[in-house]
């Protein structure tokens, strides 16, 4: 298992220290997130939310109440 946050082509790698940054203050300490905030933080940050969900998966993040059915 990958213990640092691997990245696709779709995400440049500046993106990615903030992408961490952001799921990790957004999350808190419990380390659960919103599905809607999921959302916002993949349009916020202009990467996709199959790359949240895979930075979730890698920082140990639960997504929580999700609508879709994606997390």
């Given at each position: 298992?990958?213990?640092r946050?691997c990245?696709?082509?779709?995400?440049?790698?500046?993106?990615?220290?903030?992408?961490?940054?952001?799921?990790?203050?957004?999350?808190g300490?419990?380390?659960?997130?919103?599905?809607?905030?999921?959302?916002?933080?993949?349009?916020?940050l202009?990467?996709?939310?199959?790359e949240?969900?895979?930075?979730?998966?890698?920082?140990?993040?639960?997504?929580v109440?999700?609508?879709?059915?994606?997390?």
């Open positions: 298992m990958c213990r946050l990245y696709t082509v779709a995400m440049s790698p500046g993106n990615i220290p903030r992408l961490i940054e952001t799921l990790k203050t957004r999350a300490e419990e380390k659960r997130l919103p599905c809607t905030e999921a959302f916002k933080i993949a349009r916020d202009e990467v996709s939310v199959a949240v969900g895979r930075a979730c998966n890698e920082l140990a993040i639960k997504i109440a999700c609508q879709l059915g994606c997390f």
